[in-house]
Nanobody
Framework: QVQLVESGGGLVQPGGSLRLSCVIS????????MGWYRQAPGKQREFVAT???????DYAGSVKGRFTISRDNAKNTVYLQMNSLKPEDTAVYYC??????????????WGQGTQVTVSS
């Protein structure tokens, strides 16, 4: 069983910064990609950023230049540094990971989400 636990959400003023963390645990053989999605009230979950095992990353246009995704493979942890936050960034942020378990099964798992609120 693979588990993802996010942390780092909270309330921040517009223009402020937050760093989200997501720790992945379980019987993991390899992690192909790790990423972040978000869901605002009344909206569908949307892609934010992803980081592959070779270090390449991709971002949604709305966060490019403000958010940075990074990963620590030794700790099975992915981070999302969010700068210049805007009220429209308010959402529940979810961590996602895809990879293989020790018994060679594929997994695609989600965390429980962490609330980010940008408001003055």
């Amino acid at each position: 069983q693979v588990q993802l636990v996010e942390s780092g959400g909270g309330l921040v003023q517009p223009g402020g910064s937050l760093r989200l963390s997501c720790v992945i645990s379980g019987s993991i053989s390899s992690i192909y990609a790790m990423g972040w999605y978000r869901q605002a009230p009344g909206k569908q979950r949307e892609f934010v950023a992803t980081c592959s095992s070779n270090g390449s990353s991709d971002y949604a246009g709305s966060v490019k230049g403000r958010f940075t995704i990074s990963r620590d493979n030794a700790k099975n942890t992915v981070y999302l540094q969010m700068n210049s936050l805007k009220p429209e960034d308010t959402a529940v942020y979810y961590c996602n990971a895809r990879g293989a378990t020790m018994d060679s099964s594929f997994f695609a798992s989600w965390g429980q989400g962490t609330q980010v609120t940008v408001s003055s």
